[in-house]
Nanobody, 128 residues
Framework: QVQLVESGGGSVQPGGSLRLSCAAS????????MGWYRQAPGKERELVAT???????TNYADSVKGRFTISRDDADTVSLEMNSLKPEDTAVYYC??????????????????????WGQGTQVTVSS
C-alpha cells in the first residue's frame, strides 16, 4: 500500500521559514508527479506546487512564487522550502502523488497501478 507521510510543520512568525518533507513508501519505483496542496479553514484545498518525476519541471501557485521551492531530495522524498511566510500561508499542507506506481515481488514479477495518493497533512501556522 502506497503511503505518503508529511513532516516539518509547525508555528512560525511572519517572515520566518519552514521546510516540509514528504516520504513515500510501499512501492518499488514510480513515475509520478508529486505536489503540495494546502487547505485553510473554511476554504477549498488549493495547489501550492508540483514537481515532475525527474524533478526537471516545477509549477507554483502565483501566491507562493519566489517564496516557496519544491524539490525531490531522492526518488522517494519531496520537500517544500517555505520562506518569507505570511499569515495567509496558514493552512494544513498535504503531500500528493499522482501517476504510475510499480510493485515488485520476490519472484521478480512487477505490477503497476495508476494511483493518486494523499498524505495525512501537516499544520503550518504563521502568526505573531
Amino acid at each position: 500500500q502506497v503511503q505518503l507521510v508529511e513532516s516539518g510543520g509547525g508555528s512560525v512568525q511572519p517572515g520566518g521559514s519552514l521546510r516540509l518533507s514528504c516520504a513515500a513508501s510501499g512501492f518499488t519505483s514510480s513515475n509520478t508527479v508529486m505536489g503540495w496542496y494546502r487547505q485553510a479553514p473554511g476554504k477549498e484545498r488549493e495547489l501550492v506546487a508540483t514537481i515532475s518525476s525527474t524533478g526537471g519541471k516545477t509549477n507554483y501557485a502565483d501566491s507562493v512564487k519566489g517564496r516557496f521551492t519544491i524539490s525531490r531530495d531522492d526518488a522517494d522524498t519531496v520537500s517544500l522550502e517555505m520562506n518569507s511566510l505570511k499569515p495567509e500561508d496558514t493552512a494544513v499542507y498535504y503531500c500528493n502523488g499522482e501517476g504510475v506506481f510499480y510493485f515488485g515481488d520476490a519472484g521478480g514479477a512487477v505490477r503497476w497501478k495508476q494511483l493518486e495518493v494523499w498524505g495525512q497533512g501537516t499544520q503550518v501556522t504563521v502568526s505573531s
